[in-house]
């Protein structure tokens, strides 16, 4: 399907207006770069929220674009993704200012722990509050202190729970500047949804601040293609901001689905998952997607699909109980 898109433009920015950017305490002059911690200084607490700062201020006016990582700690792939991006940026012919939080959830990175030390999912605590748990007062400080003073957001993750996805981009279809920037990411899938309550980008677009996920891959590892891939798509929204003068970008033709469900273990079908069907598979209903085997009497069963669509999730062959999602299927609104 080809989505029908209301362009928006960005908006102008006064030249005479432009000057060095100040963030969480720290100058950055137009035409440089500067990488900071978020807190300076090396209290006990401050260790709580001790994630890296990227800043890009280029040399010329334009809007501001964040990209932001490592939300949940085991999701490598857009810890480099914005990593990479910063670091090919050109501050010299930058229009506007390019931010990164490359790693939000640091020591979950460091560690490899989804989660926060509080044991908390910091992407269902945002807005946050000051008064709150760590994660609310970390989410907090990340959305008042650098996210609202964005003009659109990039978010990266990667499956969770020894699970892979197939690239994808998700964005609110119902918001015209948000599915532009679904579509200008560039590489072809768009599921549509407002995502879970008090998650990043759900409460971005809510206080009007474009925001879309990009989902690639696998946790725990660093994988080339969904990097690459990532920091492409990142390119392609700059030049679409106007932030480049990239414009020679090649666009896919996007295929968007408005609904997506997941094929879980029926009950008492525990086993061993093996997987017959693969990413990026089209898919009817009855289509033998796996199969579970039960180690202990050698019964078989075969998993199908309940729907017709194309997979864009999927858990790796291993041991599974039931109520396990197994597979991510996209499809159309009936």
């Not at 490592?70 to 390019?98: A, K, M, P, Q, Y």
């Not at 020894?162 to 609110?172: E, F, G, K, S, V």
Request: hydrophobic share 40%.
């Amino acid at each position: 399907m080809l989505m029908m898109v209301v362009f928006v433009v960005p908006r102008t920015f006064a030249a005479d207006s432009w000057g060095s950017l100040e963030l969480l305490g720290r100058q950055v002059d137009p035409g440089t770069s500067a990488r900071f911690p978020f807190i300076p200084d090396k209290s006990f607490e401050a260790s709580y929220l001790n994630t890296p700062v990227f800043v890009a201020r280029g040399a010329r006016s334009g809007p501001t674009l964040c990209l932001t990582a490592g939300v949940h700690g085991d999701e490598l792939n857009g810890v480099e993704i914005v990593r990479r991006t910063f670091s090919r940026v050109d501050t010299s012919t930058l229009r506007g200012t390019l931010i990164g939080l490359p790693a939000i959830n640091a020591e979950g990175v460091r560690t490899g722990n989804r989660y926060l030390s509080d044991r908390r999912d910091l992407n269902r605590a945002f807005p946050g509050s000051a008064g709150g748990s760590v994660a609310a007062i970390i989410a907090r400080a990340v959305f008042t202190d650098v996210v609202k003073q964005c003009d659109a957001l990039l978010d990266f993750h990667t499956a969770s729970n020894r699970r892979t996805n197939l690239p994808q981009i998700r964005a609110d279809l119902d918001d015209p500047a948000t599915s532009a920037l679904a579509v200008h990411f560039g590489i072809g899938i768009v599921v549509g949804g407002k995502g879970p309550d008090k998650s990043l980008r759900r409460e971005a677009t809510k206080a009007g601040i474009p925001a879309v996920i990009y989902e690639a891959g696998e946790p725990y590892r660093f994988q080339e293609d969904e990097i690459e891939r990532g920091v492409q798509g990142a390119g392609n929204i700059m030049a679409f901001l106007n932030m480049t003068d990239d414009q020679d970008r090649e666009m896919s033709d996007t295929r968007v689905y408005t609904r997506s469900r997941w094929v879980r273990v029926p009950l008492d079908k525990g086993g061993f998952f093996f997987a017959d069907a693969e990413l990026g598979d089209k898919v009817a209903i009855g289509d033998k997607l796996g199969r579970i085997i039960d180690p202990l009497t050698d019964e078989v069963f075969d998993v199908v699909s309940p729907d017709s669509g194309e997979i864009i999730g999927m858990a790796v062959p291993q041991p599974v109980l039931s109520g396990y999602a197994l597979f991510h299927i996209a499809r159309q609104r009936d």
